[in-house]
């Protein structure tokens, strides 16, 4: 019996140890997860964009926001998503970073040009239904709210 007792001793010895290793194992990934995106986080501090001036980055964000266009065409809503984030350059970068944001937000004058394209359906009509114009005017009060007392160039 005491050889049964003994052996029965290492399996629960070895299940412990097991049990201590895979503890062991998940701290471990645990803590290689947590450096990875420490990584991560100084990879982005160090990025050549960040050292930009912000008085450059200002006038890259003037230069690129030249107009934030709202088309219409026909009846039907775009269907283009990107095509529509394409026309509005100030809405985009103002979407990259949090350090982009504050600075787009603090620039009324990139949400001061806007010009708008209204084109008829092929059959000439336009539509009277109030929810297709509603989005449109949201995100053009967004503009002018965000413009703050800056000149208008519609």
């Not at 029965?8 to 990934?29: C, N, P």
């Not at 787009?104 to 001061?112: K, T, Y």
């Not at 008829?120 to 703050?148: C, H, I, M, N, W």
Request: aromatic residues 8%.
């Amino acid at each position: 019996m005491s050889i049964l007792q003994n052996a029965q001793r290492d399996l629960d010895d070895y299940d412990r140890e097991i049990h201590r290793l895979e503890s062991r194992r998940m701290v471990l990934i645990a803590e290689q997860e947590r450096t990875r995106k420490i990584m991560e986080q100084v990879k982005y501090l160090l990025a050549p964009i960040r050292k930009l001036p912000g008085e450059i980055l200002g006038y890259v964000f003037d230069q690129c926001c030249d107009m934030n266009q709202f088309k219409s065409i026909g009846v039907d809503p775009p269907v283009d998503p990107v095509g529509r984030l394409k026309t509005k350059p100030a809405l985009v970068l103002s979407s990259v970073c949090s350090r982009w944001r504050r600075f787009g937000l603090s620039l009324p004058q990139i949400w001061a040009r806007i010009a708008f394209k209204m084109t008829q359906a092929q059959d000439g009509s336009l539509t009277t239904d109030q929810s297709y114009y509603e989005r449109p005017a949201k995100t053009l009060t967004l503009f002018v709210e965000r413009s703050k007392q800056h000149p208008l160039t519609i």
